[in-house]
């Protein structure tokens, strides 16, 4: 509760629409928008850098034109994309766009790019990686995502180990002084998101959680509450 407050309130929910039903995107979409969701994580993936594929940027466009949600962009690309990705998914709506710290040598010159598109921007953090570099560029960095699964499919659960990371992640913005977000992706559910809030997350991604429940709008109330639990 006290953390919390320190960081901004209520914990901001965003359902992963990997989980919903492909046929039913439209009207799921809106369960968890009028659920009070704050955003809808969209996870984009090449085939490459992670073994699935998923949405391209007309699926992106489809789901900002309705208007419910701001979107929320998980790009899992390699660096090849993202010169074309980036643009493109900025060019269709997205609020935030979230890059791999694994696939390029450039970090910094790729956030600057994100923001200077008038998007705000992420590095995300597979489970093995070390966060070691941000402070180095938390100053161009609205978002810090940290995998809690390995990255590429849903339903997987969530890891242990990733509570000490976001711990390290949340001192190192609270000494740096900067409006950073904590997401965290990948097995969370009103128990693992509790634990994660604990620590210093702001922003729960959830997929399987959400979409797979009887009540879609019930289990983004349940991970809302996760703020107020401790
Ligand atoms: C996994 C994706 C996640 C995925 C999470 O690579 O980045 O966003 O949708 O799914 P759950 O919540 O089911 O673990
Ligand atoms: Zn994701």
């Known amino acids: ?62 789901l900002s034109s309705i208007n419910l949600l701001p979107l929320d962009v998980h790009l899992m690309v390699s660096a090849a994309c993202l010169d074309w990705a980036i643009p493109a998914f900025a060019e269709a709506g997205a609020r935030y766009i979230t890059v791999h710290s694994e696939v390029t040598p450039h970090l910094s010159r790729t956030l600057r790019t994100i923001r200077g598109l008038g998007v705000r921007s992420a590095v995300a953090l597979n489970p093995a990686t070390p966060p070691d570099f941000l402070p180095y560029v938390l100053d161009e960095l609205d978002m810090v995502l940290i995998m809690t699964v390995n990255p590429g499919f849903g339903g997987q659960a969530f890891i242990p180990a990733m509570l000490k990371k976001i711990e390290v992640v949340r001192e190192m913005i609270d000494r740096a002084g900067v409006p950073c977000e904590i997401e965290v992706d990948g097995g969370i559910d009103a128990a693992t998101g509790a634990e994660a809030v604990a620590r210093g997350a702001t922003i729960l991604v959830a997929g399987s959680y959400v979409f797979s429940a009887t009540d879609p709008g019930e289990a983004v109330r349940s991970l809302k509450m996760c703020s107020r639990e401790r």
């Open 1 to 62: 509760m006290e953390r919390n407050a320190r960081h901004g309130g209520e914990v901001k929910v965003a359902p992963s629409v990997l989980s919903a039903r492909p046929l039913e995107l439209e009207s799921q979409v809106r369960q968890v928008a009028l659920a009070g969701a704050d955003m809808l994580h969209l996870d984009i993936m090449d085939g490459n850098f992670v073994p699935n594929l998923t949405f391209g940027p007309a699926t992106a466009k489809a």
